[in-house]
């Protein structure tokens, strides 16, 4: 099997450590800095719900709080929070669910929230379902269950991946939204000349660029060939998947230079400085503006590649909380889940974040920027919705074989051969084996 390494000075992040432990069976130990504010237990509301949190930076980390406040003030309740840096929580989750994890914690919608339901890690959460079920989308709902049709993760946020720019900037420059691949390649060109970085790109976190294939896989080939994909069902070393590795690499040259060196936070600030003309991310993206800069901020769906698919699918990650298994206040735990399945919580933590939308479809969207409204309506318009890749597929394909298969690639297009051949190889192992 073809092994990718990279240099000493742009190591991964830990996400491998994650999935070494899971294919292992990982111990019971709760990894350092990621205990539980309380114990494992069950039974009635005590004064106090514990309350596992991966928003690290301070934006997202202020929202939540404020919205964990609202639920003090109106439930008499107090939640003790837990806040663990973002990619280390991702990193030490197995142990942490096995262990003694707070009542109320952090995760994923889609294939990662199935992974450790179906491992019997997490709460079953189908009661307070059928409470708050008429608030929530059948999309959102199908997203929050787990394989044996139970509900296990109770959504709140959601945002839009999307190419992101300054309008001020554009205006300026006369530049026009692209279409098409063919006018994102001749803006690009443009934007060199004038001397701005046409793409603002970083890798250092190990999962950006995983944002860039989605695009140009389900541009090139459609929503049902990344779903399969993903799945295992397609090939790595097919011609589907060659031609986005061949469509990126003509791309490669407008992307900002030494990529695995680089935090998403510094590439948008690279944005937010005036000296990159885009970066495709996450509305997050916002975060890293503030005042009348993020008003400044637009974007547009990755333009289209092949007629046949159009612009017709859009990467929406939804983020939401889970029940540890053994809660020790379940009934707290629940009567917070329950609040913030809420348009008033979910709001309460837009107003100090709002680079993302709410997941309630009773919330009110009148206080909305325009970038949120604009989120939102390219969410809604969307004939398709995906999560992420490494949200989409096997955490353990995703930490291992694609984040090292696209370091490589960034590293060393030309070694596409025998990159394509590892993650083949790999993915034979991880879906067949």
Known sequence: ?????????????????????????????VLPGLSACGGSGGGAATDTVTFGNNLSDQVPKDAITAALRSFEAESGLKVAINTKQHEQYQEQINNYLQ?????????????????????????????????????YSGALKEASTGSDGKQYLIPFTQYPWGVFYRRSVWQQRGYEVPGTLDELVALATRMKADGLVPIAFAQKQGWPGMGTFDQLNFRLNGYRFHVDLMAGKEDWQGTKVREVFDTWKRLLPFHQENALGREWQEAAQTLQQGKAGMVLLGSFVAQQFTGPERDDLDFFPYPEINPEHGQDTVEAPIDGYLMARKPANEAGAKRLLEYLSTPAAQLAYLKADPTAVATSSDADTSG????????????????????????????????????????????????????????ADQAKTIFTG
């Open 368 to 423: 909305y920027t325009a970038l949120q409204r604009k989120a939102a309506q390219v969410i809604k318009d969307a004939a398709h919705i995906t999560q992420f890749l490494d949200r989409d597929t096997d955490p353990r394909f995703a930490s291992d074989a694609a984040t090292n298969g696209l370091n490589a690639f960034i590293q060393n297009p030309d070694d596409l051969d025998s990159i394509l051949k590892g993650m």
């Open 1 to 29: 099997m073809t092994r990718f390494d990279t240099p000493a000075s742009f190591p991964l992040p830990g996400r491998r450590t994650l999935l070494k432990a899971i294919a292992a069976g990982a111990g019971l130990a």
């Open 99 to 135: 262990g003694k994890p707070d009542d109320v914690l952090a995760w994923f919608a889609g294939y990662r929230m199935r992974f450790f339901a179906g491992k019997g890690l997490t709460g079953d959460l189908s009661d307070v379902w059928s409470k708050v079920g008429g608030g």
